[in-house]
């Protein structure tokens, strides 16, 4: 079974409005941590948020917001205020277990386009 | 503050031949972590290092091998270079004692001809 699912194939958002990008995952380890990365057309991997799964609020990064539900096993990413920058794909990762130094597991992706 | 650095950014092989990969990651992170994302494809984790010794072995060719150094730099070695090889190749590094997260590499973007 997919451990993250990324089903959005591409979004569209108006700039200046809020965009959730979706993303499920699959695990039985109690200990789990949710992160979310964004990669421009350049390349490079960039941190934008986490949430452990212990953690009993949701995460937030300045526009960026984590929508955990646990039960649900989802970590929505909201980003609020979108700018033109935002346009690339962005990333569901997990890592299972206390994260020692467990590897990352990510999602297919979703790309995201931001309208002038 | 300091990144990972990984170098070359950008490598030209041709079928057959090897490649070396370099990684150094940020100054006192002891786990290095290699990943390999071909052409629109997620990143796929390839291996990892804790203290020097290999801690855990993803979906790595046999033709590639990868260690970790002393000083606590990475190299990936990768032989008999396959057309399907060429991918963006990622390393990351974290500190297992007080762990706050990941630090991604700029990547080498490996293209074989």
């Known amino acids: 079974a997919q451990k993250i699912t990324q089903t959005q194939p591409g979004m569209f958002v108006q700039e200046k409005e809020a965009v959730t990008l979706d993303c499920t995952y699959d695990?039985?380890?109690?200990?789990?941590?949710l992160f979310w990365y964004k990669q421009p057309s350049s390349g490079e991997m960039i941190f934008l948020i986490y949430?452990?799964?212990?953690?009993?609020q949701n995460a937030t990064e300045g526009r960026y917001s984590l929508n955990f539900q646990k039960a649900r096993k989802s970590a929505n990413l909201v980003i609020s205020a979108s700018q033109l920058g935002d346009s690339a794909m962005y990333f569901c990762?997990?890592?299972?277990?206390?994260?020692?130094?467990?590897?990352?597991?990510f999602g297919k992706g979703i790309t995201l386009s931001v309208r002038p | 503050a300091a990144g990972v650095i990984q170098s070359p950014r950008h490598l030209i092989k041709e079928k057959r031949e090897t490649a070396t990969l370099k990684c150094y990651p940020i100054?006192?992170?002891?786990?290095v972590y290699w990943y390999q994302q071909g052409p629109g494809q997620d990143p796929q984790f390839l291996i990892s290092?804790?203290?020097?010794?290999?801690?855990d072995k993803g979906s790595i060719p046999d033709r590639f091998s990868a260690q970790q150094f002393s000083d606590y730099h990475s190299e990936l070695n990768m032989s008999s270079l396959e057309l399907g090889d060429s991918a963006l190749y990622f390393c990351?590094?974290?500190?297992?004692?007080?762990?706050?997260?990941?630090?991604f590499g700029s990547g080498t973007r490996l293209t074989v001809v």
């Open positions: 990351a590094s974290s500190l297992r004692a007080g762990w706050k997260g990941y630090t």
């Open positions: 695990t039985s380890d109690p200990s789990y941590g």
């Open positions: 949430q452990g799964s212990y953690d009993q």
């Open positions: 990762a997990m890592r299972e277990g206390p994260g020692a130094n467990s590897k990352l597991t």
């Open positions: 100054p006192r992170h002891d786990t």
């Open positions: 290092f804790y203290e020097k010794m290999q801690s």
